[in-house]
């Protein structure tokens, strides 16, 4: 069973904010929020996680909403070189062994439109 | 920093022949995983190890071997090719396990069986 439901595609204004959302309505207390994206054919790149609070950083901005069922991730001036497949990813952080395993879904392609 | 390096970039094989993917890293990261990723489709996970002569299955291992000498060095062997093993082929690395935040990936290696 998919851990997150994400829109296959959007566009987005290059210099407008691309809000990208991603449902996660089964996700535990102690999993986390990943969001990764994949610029063309190239290995995927970490943009940041949350686990219940708004977080920010350099590259974007992650709103988790209070039950926590859902999130988006903000880009908030979208460039063209912004144009990539965005995952949402769900996982618990491990201080040992545990689960190994990213599990990447479908993602959502984000096209920045000039 | 060169990071997590794969090579090669791009090869055909025909059915039933061998070839071993390489991927390397120089940021002293215990643990390295090998993606599959299909057209359109998510990244699954073939092989992982957490260390140095330690390795272990993912979700999609048949067809795959893999070996870590070093911690340095993960490459992935395929004994007998398929055409269903035309795909993209990622490697990674990570500090530690479960912390899915701290994974870099390499540029990939795309492999058409014929």
């Known amino acids: 069973d998919a851990k997150t439901t994400q829109p296959p595609s959007m566009d987005c204004a290059e210099g407008r904010a691309a809000n990208l959302p991603c449902n996660h309505s089964t996700i535990s207390g102690n999993e986390y929020v990943y969001w990764y994206r994949q610029i063309h054919s190239q290995g995927p790149q970490y943009i940041i996680h949350g686990l219940k609070n708004n977080e920010t950083n350099e590259m974007a901005s992650l709103i988790i909403t209070e039950d926590r069922k859902s999130s988006t991730l903000i880009l908030p001036h979208a460039t063209l070189r912004d144009t990539a497949v965005y995952y949402c990813?769900?996982?618990?952080?491990?201080?040992?062994?545990?689960?190994?395993?990213?599990?990447f879904g479908k993602g959502t392609k984000l096209s920045v439109i000039p | 920093n060169a990071g997590v390096t794969q090579t090669p970039k791009f090869r055909i094989l025909k059915i039933g022949q061998s070839m071993t993917l390489q991927c390397a890293q120089d940021m002293n990261h215990n643990y390295m995983y090998w993606y599959r990723q299909d057209p359109g489709m998510g990244l699954k996970l073939i092989y992982y190890?957490?260390?140095?002569?330690?390795?272990d299955k993912g979700e999609v291992p048949n067809g795959y071997n893999v070996s870590r000498s070093t911690t340095e060095d993960f490459p992935l062997r395929l004994e007998l090719a398929a055409p269903s093993q035309t795909s993209v082929y990622f490697c990674?690395?990570?500090?530690?396990?479960?912390?899915?935040?701290?994974?870099?990936f390499g540029s990939g290696t795309r492999l058409t069986v014929v």
């Open positions: 990813i769900v996982g618990q952080t491990y201080s040992g062994a545990g689960s190994y395993q990213l599990t």
């Open positions: 990674a690395s990570s500090r530690n396990a479960g912390v899915f935040y701290g994974y870099t």
């Open positions: 190890s957490v260390g140095a002569g330690i390795t």
